[in-house]
């Protein structure tokens, strides 16, 4: 954290899940988590030293090209076919307050909806400049970005006619381990969104909205690339006015 | 009356069957983006405590073996340190990540990490918690990752005190996150769902 700001570290618990927010386990339209949802009851915890710190990851582990995936799988010269986007956004907590020196890692399908990965049998073509995957650090204000292609939506085999619509994963550390989240990024205005069985796992409405990137018109770059802003919300953490009885303070 | 005022945070969604792309490329054949997976060292020959091996599988509801799930580990040192800004007793060992990441292979399932024994760290009142590792287990059908522990056997009296081990209602499932050890290698496999489930946690 050398390159961070001089604000002390924190190190209060962070303010409980909102499990009624987040999907349930269990959701049968999205058919792979009826064996793989848990039936007991989560055991509940107040955050332990366990939970509160999480590892921390440098900015000099990060490649130049980490954050450019039209050109970080390309060939000299080359770049992924496309349309050409920008996709950026600040990481903050549930306080509003920003998250800096986090890693957060994407990944996604390329703009024919096919990913490169041995499983994957779409028949759409692979594009041989194009890997998929991409990482960057939060600066000192929360903030990450990178260029990609939109990708494509792809059918996959859950009911017989069930498309993605056109996503981006998303993984995002915070400073604590129980901060840890995956999730997805959709595209304004895509009408596959309504349509998903992994989105309509989300039982409220404005928590899918919260997945949901608006074209950035302010920061699309004139005969380059559009831009799409995705800020990302973790768990706020307690202040630790009250919370001296960890053990060695 | 003023506005709370607080977000709402970010909703988790699958990580899906192709989660490799993103975390672990180079396990996936996606050579050349980055140098090496992160999370596949977390000790190297400097590294101070006791050398084990953490190994497992992950079964579904119908016993079928998970063979698409990516592991995270976060542990302290062998001194009881976590390398993290938010540990405040002191400096943890620096040749020592205690974080690890590891995808289940495609083949059998398996997922491994090489890695040290931790020491005890404090539980919130003052209690020693015993020696455990904590697991963060994402896939395809899974829509928020899941956390648990695991604990080791030979500490049966740290265990026996542990606060967290001793707010289990149902003490048989206490050993569902107890490994196996067999020489320097524990095994500690992870029950999705149904008879022997895993405890998960809420933390």
Known sequence: MSDQTNRKPENGAFFARDREWHAPALTPGYKTSVLRSPQRALLSLDGTISEITGPVFGHSMIGEQDNDLIHNFAKPGESAIGERIIVHGRVLDERGRAVPAVLVEFWQANAGGRYRHKKESYLAAIDPNFGGCGRAITDEFGQYSFRTVRPGAYPWPNGVNDWRPAHIHFSIFGHGFAQRLITQMYFEGDPMIWKCPIVGTIPDKRAIEQLIAPLDWGNTIPMDARAYKFDIVLRGRRSTMFENRLEGN | ?203
């Open chain 2, 1 to 203: 009356m003023q506005e709370l005022g607080y977000l709402k945070e970010t909703p988790s969604q699958t990580a899906g069957p192709y989660v490799h792309i993103g975390l672990t490329p180079n396990f996936c054949d996606i050579t050349g983006v980055y140098q090496s997976d992160l999370g596949t060292e977390m000790v190297n020959d400097k590294t101070v405590g006791e050398r084990i091996t953490v190994t497992g599988r992950i079964f579904d509801g119908a016993g079928a073996i998970v063979r698409d799930a990516v592991v995270e580990i976060w542990q302290a040192d062998s001194a009881g340190l976590y390398n993290s800004p938010s540990e405040m007793r002191g400096a943890a060992d620096p040749t020592f990540t205690g974080w690890g990441r590891c995808a289940t292979r495609a083949e059998d399932g398996i997922y491994t990490f090489e890695t040290i024994k931790p020491g005890r760290v404090p539980f919130k009142d003052g209690r020693t918690m015993a020696p455990h590792i904590s697991f963060w287990i994402v896939a395809r059908g899974i829509n928020i990752g899941l956390h648990t522990r695991m604990y080791f056997p030979e500490e049966t009296d740290a265990n026996n005190s542990d606060p967290l081990l001793l707010r289990i209602e149902h003490r048989e499932r206490v050993a569902t996150i107890v490994a196996a050890r067999n020489g320097s290698t524990y095994t500690f496999d992870i029950r999705l769902q149904g008879d022997k489930e895993t405890v998960f946690l809420d933390i």
